[in-house]
């Protein structure tokens, strides 16, 4: 999508932080997914009709990396409705594909190669591949994720598991990192489920759990191919404030793509001191 008003607007104004004036620059699906730097936005689809996807799509495409659609809800659209879907998100530079639990279904009913089949002929070009329900061995683990790189789709990994209390593990996340990487995945997603409660880093009110947090940067040497999944306003601001506009952001609704694209680049007070010169900026006091 081309945005006409940045011929309009002064680009301080579009863009006060400077960092993500060209974020949207990226003309093809896998540029976006490789890691930019730019921060990538990851919305979760959980039942959007066609009204309502295109309108995403017509004003939010230019902030968005990649559309999941989530849990195994894929298979329950028309194929006329789904297909539109897709083809939409494509055609528009966007990584698209079904909810990692699916992939899992597959597992479980042992019907991989033919969930491969049937994403490739729908036309995703992205699949990920997670073990948040069920026990996946490290060894098929890598085997979905080289059979999905082989039929040519972005492949997306996640660690965590997604039932309540669920904990993670900074050493495990850190080599799982670096064998889903090695294997072909472009980014690895850190599990916090669609509410954002009571798993991962969070804990039941959505709060963050400082300790896990700083253990996984200790052990995790390159967190441009990390993403969070932070689908509340307070832990985006907390990520972003925490690392930067360009940290990679998942499991945001459709309808707060644009309110979190406002604060990676500072027009929103969360993260106005984005915008702010140094001089300025030890002057800023942040307000909760």
Known sequence: ?????????????????????????????????????????????????????????????????????????????????????????????????????????????????????????????????????????????????????????????????KLSGSLIDAASLAETMETDLDAGAELLTVEARESGTGVGVFDEKGECRTNLLDDVLKFVPDLNRLMWEAPLKHQQVLFLRKFGPGVHLGNIPPTEVLSLETMRRGLRQDTFEFGLKKKELKEYVYVI
């Not at 930019?36 to 004003?59: A, C, N, P, W, Y």
């Not at 559309?67 to 789904?82: D, M, N, Q, R, V």
């Not at 079904?98 to 009913?109: D, F, H, I, R, S």
Request: hydrophobic share 35%; with cysteine; aromatic share 8%.
């Open 1 to 161: 999508m081309k945005n006409s008003l940045r011929g309009v607007w002064p680009s301080e104004l579009c863009d006060p932080s400077g960092f993500r004036l060209d974020a949207a620059a990226e003309p093809d699906p896998e540029s976006r997914a490789a890691g930019t730097g730019r921060g990538q936005t990851m919305v979760i689809d959980k039942g959007l009709g066609r009204h309502s996807f295109t309108d995403m799509i017509e004003t939010a495409s230019s902030y968005i990396s990649c559309i999941k659609l989530g849990f195994g809800t894929a298979p329950l659209y028309s194929t006329e409705l789904l297909l539109y879907k897709i083809d939409l998100a494509k055609r528009h530079g966007i990584v698209v594909m079904p909810g990692g639990t699916l992939l899992e279904t597959a597992v479980q009913q042992d019907v991989v190669p033919a969930f491969f089949n049937t994403v490739c002929n729908l036309g995703f070009n992205g699949i990920e591949v997670s073990d948040g329900t069920i026990d996946l061995p490290r060894q098929k683990r890598t085997e979905l994720i080289k059979e999905g790189k082989q039929r040519g789709l972005i492949v997306f990994t996640e660690y965590g598991k």
